[in-house]
């Protein structure tokens, strides 16, 4: 059943889409994985995103429902 869904939908790199090899794991090649700047630490437990003080203001812009958020690498470049 793998073999079938890989050729009808071949799995492909969420940020350069190139065809993942068989034995890459996620949805992310090697390639772009290796060049995603990591967030700086510390980060909060709640958003996660980056503190500079004990008080998230990120976390003031979440509605009170959510729980947890997750960021996995900081897009640094000029918009």
């Not at 889409?17 to 090697?30: K, Q, S, Y």
Request: hydrophobic residues 45%.
């Amino acid at each position: 059943m793998t073999a079938l869904r890989d050729l009808l939908l071949p799995l492909v790199c969420a940020a350069c889409a190139r065809p993942l090899d068989a034995g890459e794991p996620g949805i992310v090649c090697g390639r772009c994985w290796s060049r995603l700047a990591l967030l700086p630490q510390p980060l909060c437990p709640r958003c996660g995103h980056p503190r500079t003080r004990p008080a998230c203001t990120w976390c003031d812009l979440l509605p009170p429902f959510v729980r947890a958020a997750r960021s996995v690498h900081a897009d640094l470049r000029a918009v």
